[in-house]
T-cell receptor
Framework: ELKVEQNPLFLSMQEGKNYTIYCNYS?????LYWYRQDPGKSLESLFV?????AVKQEGRLMASLDTKARLSTLHITAAVHDLSATYFC????????????FGKGTRLHILP | KAGVTQTPRYLIKTRGQQVTLSCSPI?????VSWYQQTPGQGLQFLFE???????NKGNFPGRFSGRQFSNSRSEMNVSTLELGDSALYLC?????????????FGPGTRLTVL
């Protein structure tokens, strides 16, 4: 069974702290996406990771992909309240019609 | 540049009816993907269209169908609605196939089936 597991599912942290969200997946893939969703809103694409070792950074967020370990991380540096949201990873399953499998999301709450 | 638009934004239907949702991509974008979000199943991929051709379809029954027009606008149709079809339906557009290009999402259509 294909699985995409994010942990933690809920995270409450103080402003200024660093933390990492993990995304493990159970099948071969070398493409992974990260999205952000604010409450009651649509999705926003954050990162597209296209190969093993890919690392992308945008502001206080940095995402990486290790295809051998089947693991992606989303690292938050010096968190600020505006980063409070739910973050989803999604794995692109090659050669399968169902294509993209999402994790359950990590609800991040940053305390001012 | 206008963003992705979806119509209608909210919809209430009853079981057994059918519904058509519309998505207008960003100008120049040729790929449109559809997603379903529910509290129980989370986010699920429905299908992707590129240049009027369906490239992929998720694990959904045949009641879910879609199409893309020559101007890249896309519609999805759900026939014989069931209570479980109540969801937020999101569409996203990208300049090329979604596996290589950043996606831009519309605000979503919230469908309630009574």
């Amino acid at each position: 069974e294909l699985k995409v597991e994010q942990n933690p599912l809920f995270l409450s942290m103080q402003e200024g702290k660093n933390y990492t969200i993990y995304c493990n997946y159970s099948t071969t893939s070398d493409r992974l996406y990260w999205y952000r969703q604010d409450p009651g809103k649509s999705l926003e694409s954050l990162f597209v990771l296209l190969s093993n070792g890919a690392v992308k950074q945008e502001g206080r967020l940095m995402a990486s992909l290790d295809t051998k370990a089947r693991l992606s991380t989303l690292h938050i540096t010096a968190a600020v309240h505006d980063l409070s949201a739910t973050y989803f990873c999604a794995v692109d399953i090659m050669n399968r019609d169902d294509k993209i499998i999402f994790g359950k999301g990590t609800r991040l709450h940053i305390l001012p | 540049k206008a963003g992705v638009t979806q119509t209608p934004r909210y919809l209430i239907k009853t079981r057994g009816q059918q519904v058509t949702l519309s998505c207008s991509p960003i100008s120049g974008h040729r790929s449109v993907s559809w997603y379903q979000q529910t509290p129980g199943q989370g986010l699920q991929f429905l299908f992707e269209y590129f240049s009027e051709t369906q490239r992929n379809k998720g694990n959904f029954p045949g009641r879910f169908s879609g199409r893309q027009f020559s101007n890249s606008r896309s519609e999805m149709n759900v026939s014989t609605l069931e209570l479980g079809d109540s969801a937020l339906y999101l569409c996203a557009s990208s300049s090329g196939p979604l596996e290589y290009n950043e996606q831009f999402f519309g605000p979503g259509t919230r469908l309630t089936v009574l």
